[in-house]
T-cell receptor, first 114, second 114 residues
């Protein structure tokens, strides 16, 4: 069965510092990978997705993620964090074929300090 | 487009009462998903529909939960009778062709069962 693990429940970084959020997946087929962000009181918003091709994908708000098949990872990065990036971040895995819905990780809460 | 619209935003009810959550997907989207979010279990898929037809309801906790999609522009999630452990944020999401595509989330309904 497919699963997504986000090892870090909560991360605190200083504004301007770099960020990396970890995501590991377990999937029997070629995975399609997503990162979503949830601001307080809001629903989830897609940051970026990986289907195929270049393993480094760019998303909105200056985020990027790198797919590493050998490590079953899809870590999210940002070179310089802004206070407005404080939110909950969810990694998800799915596949193109069939009617299989996305499987979400439990999320990583990001706090940004001055 | 107004996005996915959920109502109510907040619901407080007493144990044993019936609760109905409502969702209007984005026009033209043919897949609709109901998720439940709690601190302990994260984001769980309850049920999803393709073209108004329920595809997978294996995530529905028990018979107290039911969901309908009478037409392409409306869905309900009903809990009867409600219990305190049902307290959570319930999200509706829609997409164009299925789980692998970009999900658009509503702002959620915060349910508190006393």
């Amino acid at each position: 069965a497919q699963s997504v693990t986000q090892p870090d429940i909560h991360i605190t970084v200083s504004e301007g510092a770099s960020l990396e959020l970890r995501c590991n997946y377990s999937y029997g087929a070629t995975p399609y990978l997503f990162w979503y962000v949830q601001s307080p009181g809001q629903g989830l918003q897609l940051l970026l997705k990986y289907f195929s091709g270049d393993t480094l994908v760019q998303g909105i708000k200056g985020f990027e993620a790198e797919f590493k098949r050998s490590q079953s990872s899809f870590n999210l990065r940002k070179p310089s964090v802004h206070w407005s990036d404080a939110a909950e971040y969810f990694c998800a895995v799915g596949r193109l074929s069939g009617n299989t819905p996305l499987v979400f990780g439990k999320g990583t809460r990001l706090s940004v300090i001055a | 487009d107004a996005g996915v619209i959920q109502s109510p935003r907040h619901e407080v009810t007493e144990m044993g009462q019936e609760v109905t959550l409502r969702c209007k997907p984005i026009s033209g989207h043919n897949s609709l998903f109901w998720y439940r979010q709690t601190m302990m279990r994260g984001l769980e898929l309850l049920i999803y529909f393709n073209n108004n037809v329920p595809i997978d309801d294996s995530g529905m906790p028990e018979d107290r939960f039911s969901a309908k999609m009478p037409n392409a522009s409306f869905s309900t999630l009903k809990i009867q009778p409600s219990e305190p452990r049902d307290s959570a944020v319930y999200f509706c999401a829609s997409s164009t062709t299925g789980a692998q595509e970009k999900l658009f989330f509503g702002s959620g309904t915060q349910l508190s069962v006393l």
